[in-house]
């Protein structure tokens, strides 16, 4: 499955930070350096496992913790409507 960002989801980089908007809820996200990173991957083009592995090439870390930490992200950005997945 690839996630790819909802198109309820306005989003910039401020200041090396992601900032996302939910158009219909209101909602305003802050992400971090990593966090934008993953974001900017879920496009619909690359598998959760590809975002996987070019976050543990582009930050080096525990490929477990990066595993563990890229799933519950998804998890949250499923929960709030800001992803889905595509086939």
């Not at 908007?21 to 900017?40: C, D, I």
């Not at 879920?42 to 563990?68: F, H, L």
């Amino acid at each position: 499955m690839k996630p790819k960002r909802s198109e309820s989801v306005s989003w910039r980089m401020v200041e090396g930070e992601g900032v996302l908007l939910h158009l219909q809820t209101g909602a305003y996200y802050s992400l971090n350096e990593v966090g934008s990173r993953v974001w900017e991957l879920c496009n619909g083009k690359n598998s959760a496992e590809q975002i996987r592995s070019t976050v543990c090439a582009e930050y080096p870390s525990d490929p477990a913790v990066v595993r563990r930490d890229v799933e519950q992200f998804f998890a949250r950005l499923l929960k709030e409507k800001l992803v889905e997945f595509a086939k």
